[in-house]
């Protein structure tokens, strides 16, 4: 299984919005709305943002979107603030064997 | 408090084995699914394995036959004993929990660290 396909960076000056796409395939983006989005700051563990394609987990800021369409999955992060600045990564269900597939992440830098 | 721990991490020769460790606390932890993932020094994130709550487990082609996810309920931990190491398998190796209705992880360790060399 190929990883997802992502941006290798992205950036944004406080207050706009950017969007993070996350390419796969009719295999795992396209076959299931089980996309999740993490969220990466330097020597941390990852932390989970949006989950279901479009869902927020409790305490996760509502400047935080997700959408999908076809075999690509997107992040919204509106509003950017410093604190945005990390690194993302999409993830998607890909079936009863593999399970799992990452993207390569994107690195989001806030100007 | 509800967290993941890591441990077993560090320094093994090209061909030899390590066996990570993770103990959960603050849930149930037979109740949940388990996995591994890694993260190269400077690079993405990749799923390693899984564990379902029966006991069934699922590995990508780049470590199948390689390395093996066990758990032990009573003790609340996971395991990943990982056997012919190479280079390429050097990375922070994270546990993660799977959320109890959905496909996707909700709960992280910190990791520990895996390096391959000789």
């Known amino acids: 299984q190929s990883a997802l396909t992502q941006p290798a960076s992205v950036s944004g000056s406080p207050g706009q919005s950017i969007t993070i796409s996350c390419t796969g395939t009719?295999?795992?983006?396209?076959?299931?709305?089980?996309v999740s989005w993490y969220q990466q700051h330097p020597g941390k563990a990852p932390k989970l943002m949006i989950y279901e394609g479009s869902k927020r987990p409790s305490g996760v800021s509502n400047r935080f979107s997700g959408s999908k369409s076809g075999n690509t999955a997107s992040l919204t992060i509106s509003g950017l603030q410093a604190e945005d600045e990390a690194d993302y990564y999409c993830c998607s269900y890909a079936g009863s064997s593999t399970l799992r597939v990452f993207g390569g992440g994107t690195k989001l830098t806030v100007l | 408090e509800v967290q993941l721990v890591e441990s077993g991490g560090g320094l093994v020769q090209p061909g030899g084995s390590l066996r990570l460790s993770c103990a959960a606390s603050g849930f149930t932890f037979s109740s949940y699914d388990m996995h591994w993932v890694r993260q190269a020094t400077g690079k993405g994130l990749e799923w390693v394995s899984a564990?379902?709550?029966?006991?069934?487990?699922y590995y990508p082609g780049s470590v199948k036959g390689r390395f093996t996810i066990s758990r032990e309920n009573a003790k609340n931990s996971l395991y990943l004993q990982m056997n012919s190491l190479r280079a390429g398998d050097t990375a922070v190796y994270y546990c993660a929990r799977d959320a109890s209705m959905g496909e996707y992880f909700d709960l992280w360790g910190r990791g520990t660290l895996v390096t391959v060399s000789s």
């Open positions: 564990i379902g709550t029966a006991g069934d487990t």
């Open positions: 009719s295999s795992d983006v396209g076959s299931y709305n089980l």
